[in-house]
Nanobody
Framework: VQLVESGGGLVQAGDSLRLSCAAS????????MGWFRRAPGKEREMIAT???YTYSADSGRFTISTDNDKNMVYLQMNNLNPEDTAVYYC???????????WGQGTQVTVSS
């Protein structure tokens, strides 16, 4: 499966942003879909996943959703703060995240 993220950009603290991930090649229903981020100098961080169950690292601010008909995955991010600045990645996993398919990432920058 091929994944292409979009929707990143420069926003101000307190703003909202919705990231999109377009999947092609295979249906996302065959995978657990996830959003991750990597900030400069930090480890990769899981933000949200959706498969049989839905997980969010911050359910009050980050919401993952999918549109199986469109083969799309979304990440709604609310009340952003500068600590959310990172490259955000979409991933599709069938057997663990280390062997998952990854997109190229989209940069999110939050100014104070």
């Amino acid at each position: 499966v091929q994944l292409v993220e979009s929707g990143g950009g420069l926003v101000q603290a307190g703003d909202s942003l919705r990231l999109s991930c377009a999947a092609s090649g295979e249906s996302i229903i065959s995978y657990v879909m996830g959003w991750f981020r990597r900030a400069p100098g930090k480890e990769r961080e899981m933000i949200a996943t959706r498969g049989t169950y839905t997980y969010s690292a911050d359910s009050g601010r980050f919401t993952i959703s999918t549109d199986n008909d469109k083969n799309m995955v979304y990440l709604q991010m609310n009340n952003l703060n500068p600590e959310d600045t990172a490259v955000y990645y979409c991933a599709a996993s069938s057997s663990g995240w280390d062997s998952a398919f990854w997109g190229q990432g989209t940069q999110v920058t939050v100014s104070s």
